[in-house]
């Protein structure tokens, strides 16, 4: 009996090591996801946008082409800090939060100890059950202190790294978006022309990585390809209407 239970007892932390290992990943990768579909949706669409008003004024390729990298530049440093600065107010929000958690514990233990029990018992488990549970976690404060932190609060405890590396992931997905539609103003010449090739190339692009966000966010990706594209198509005729309505009252 006695071997049973050792094997039992070591069959469930080898199930929690795995499961933390697994939300610890599912946890990263949708950080990630998230910042990637920032970055890729903006820089498609707003340096696409700048082209195609830039194409109605009847300016050179290269003009446009300068002012284009001029804005994939600007853009993806001020994405990139905004998503530093988001990550880090995220981070100084947790880091207040588990001050005022461990005061708490301290201050007034049965307070929060009867935080606990209404917790649990929200998950449906009886007072014979969670009072065990919540004198485990009083002998251990910093099991306590974790269990407050997500439960009461439902704050996940961020990656010291994780400011640095959203910066950097927005930063880099905005430029790789910007650069698809000034793709062909490097190589034709004639802003008329590169628009339309522009327009193409773009909205290719769109429905591409509208589908790709669908997919990766469980929503619908022929959905999202079409609503993505058409948020971009808006755009860009907007940007090339109201170039072409100045250009004509300047005339």
Known sequence: MANQNQNGYADLEKQMLILHDHEEKHFMSSEIVRDVILGVSDGLTVPFALAAGLSGADVSSSIILI????????????????????????????MKELKREQDEIIAVPDTEAAEVAEILSQYGAEPHEYGPVVNALRRNPQAWLDFMMKFELGLEKPDPMRAVQSAMTIAFSYIIGGLVPLVPYMLIPIATRAVVASVILTIVALMIFGFAKGHFTGTQPFKSALQTAFIGAIASAAAYSIAKLFQAYHH
């Not at 993806?76 to 100084?92: F, Q, R, V």
Request: glycine letters at 18%.
């Open 67 to 94: 002012a284009g990298i001029a804005e994939v530049a600007a853009g993806a440093i001020s994405m990139g800090l905004g998503g530093y600065l988001a990550a880090k107010s995220e981070a100084d929000h947790y």
